[in-house]
């Protein structure tokens, strides 16, 4: 006989519906994640390497850079985030939905913070994993690191880059970004 409480099965349409109050709701396993606002020095990196991958990505037509708030949603599995960055190349183009991206972005980032930081490395890489992403960036904006883990053939070993990181996705190369630029100081 089972006597545990009753369990709620959340779902990305579930939080769709809470308050708009400058909080994530992420949805994953059918776990409702609620996540503060992010810090100013998160928002700075985030933004730089925002604009370095716009350069090689966009500005060379292969795609779309995305930066959050913007939802990904897997609808097979009714889960969904709001990852800090996101690219989508032509090829899944039709990913692009008006109320974001429904499907597998080909590159996911996310900038380490302190109450995010074990989901990102746990949780969320799994996610990615399963849902098709191409491949997936951890930035620590602290030690100032990026690992990167190709998902296609199986993502289980980062590379982490402390000078130069290349921009690799599915075995295509797109350029190198100099991390001394993306982790400098606020001016």
Avoid at 156 to 185: C, K, M, N, Q, W
Wanted: charged share 25%; hydrophobic share 35%; proline share 7%.
């Amino acid at each position: 006989m089972w006597n545990g409480m009753a369990t709620t099965h959340i779902t990305w349409r579930d939080a769709q519906h809470m308050p708009e109050n400058g909080k994530r709701y992420e949805v994953i396993d059918g776990q409702l994640y609620v996540t503060p606002a992010p810090s100013r020095r998160h928002q700075w990196v985030c933004g730089r390497l925002f604009l370095a991958l716009a350069r090689l990505l966009e500005e060379q037509d292969h795609g779309w850079v995305y930066a959050a708030p913007l939802s990904v949603e897997f609808p097979e599995t009714e889960e969904g985030v709001q990852p800090d960055l996101m690219f989508v190349s032509r090829q899944r183009a039709e990913r692009l939905v008006h109320e974001g991206i429904r499907g597998a972005p080909d590159l996911v980032v996310e900038v380490l913070s302190p109450s995010t930081a074990d989901r990102d490395r746990t949780i969320k890489r799994k996610l990615y994993l399963r849902q098709g992403v191409r491949a997936y960036w951890i930035v620590d904006h602290h030690s100032e690191y990026v690992d990167v883990w190709d998902l296609e053939p199986g993502g289980d070993d980062p590379v982490r880059h402390t000078y130069r990181l290349p921009v690799e996705i599915g075995g295509d190369s797109y350029g190198v970004i100099s991390l001394p630029d993306i982790f400098a100081p606020e001016r």
